[in-house]
C-alpha cells in the first residue's frame, strides 16, 4: 500500500496531555489515516493527513442507516522504551468480520496494520510513558455514499485515530457494582451483537443510563429471549469462578468474541484451571453467590483488561461477590496480560509486536 503522507506544520502540533490527566477518548493525536472505497475500484487514496473534520454528503448511508464499525486496539510503551502491539492480528480479523456482517468491503489486514504501525510511529510522541498508560487505536469505517435507501452502500471510508488514555486502575484494582437488567437486551440470536458495529453501543446507551442513575457501574446482559442465560457485562465479556471452574458464556452468535476473553481462556487453561464455555443462567450465578461458591466474577476488554465484579444487583436484591474485593485470579490475569503488554513478561503466543 502507497500511503501519501500530509504532514501537519511543527508549531500546530497540539500539546500533550500529561500522563497523570489522560481521559479516555478525550485526547487526539495529531495524524489520522484514511482510505477510501468504491465499489468499481476498491480501495485507493491510502493516506495519512493532519487530524480534522471529515466532509461528508448529508446522503450518506453511514448517517441514515448505520453501516458503521469499528476497532479498539492500544499500544504499550514499556520500561525499555519499545512500543508494542497484542494480537492486533484479530483485531484486523475481527474489522473484516464486522464488515462482512454489515455488508461493508473486507480491507487488506497485513496493509491496513502496516498502515496502523506506520501512523503509530508518526505519532510516536503520543504513546504515553507513565505505567499503565498507552495509546489508543481506533480503527473504524463508515458507508460514504449519498443516497436514500436500504441497500449496502457503494462507497466507504476508512479511517484511523489514535489517543492516548490513562491507567485504568491509577489508585488499584476497584470492583464494580453491576446491574442486571431484565427488561432491555443488547443483542438478539440472528443479530448483529458479534459484530463491533455502531448500533450496538446506541442499543445499548438506555439501559446504561438507567442503571448509572441507580448508582450502578455498568449493566449485566442476560439473553433477549428468555432473560435467563447471562450474555456480557457492558462492553465487556463476563467469568464466573465457580468453586475452582472458570466458566464464560459461550460464543452464541449475539456475544461479541473478545480477544482478552480469548486471551483470558488460553492463559486459564495453561495455567491448569478448568475452563467451561456454556450457556450459564442467572440463577446459577445468583445462587452461587448466596452459597459462596462463585468465588470471582469479572469483565474482560481492551479497556480495563479485567474488570472485578464486586456485587450484582437483580431484582431488588444484591448479591455480594468475594466480599466486594479483587480476586487471586483476576489479579494474576491481569498482572499476566499487562506484564505481556508492557514486555516485562515472556511471550510464549506470539501475541507481541514490537514496532
Ligand atoms: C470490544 C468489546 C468487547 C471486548 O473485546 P476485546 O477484544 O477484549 O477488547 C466485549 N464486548 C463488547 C460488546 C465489545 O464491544
Redesign the pocket.
Known sequence: MDIEIELLPGSEQKDLPSSSNLRFGRHLSDHMFLMDYKADTGWHNARIVPYGDFCLDPASACLHYGQAIF???KAYRGQDDKIRLFRAH??MN?LNYSAWRMCMPQVDKNELLQAIKTLIRMEERWVPKAKGTSLYVRPFMIATEAFLGVRPAREYLLSVILGPVGAYYAEGFNPVKIFVTDKYV?AVSGGV?EA?TAG??AA?LMASEKAKELGFTQVLWLDAAERRYVE?V????IFFLLEDILVTPELSGS?????????VLRLARDWGLKVEERPIAINEVLEKAKSKALKECFG????AVISPVGALYYKGENFSINGGKTGDLAQRLFDEITGLQYGEREDAYGWIEVI
Request: aromatic share 4%.
Open positions: 476497532e479498539g486496539l484479530d483485531n475481527r443488547r451483537g463491533k450496538n453501543y445499548s456480557e457492558g462492553t465487556m465479556n456475544i461479541l468474541p473478545g480477544i482478552t476473553r480469548d486471551s474482560t476488554g481492551t479497556a
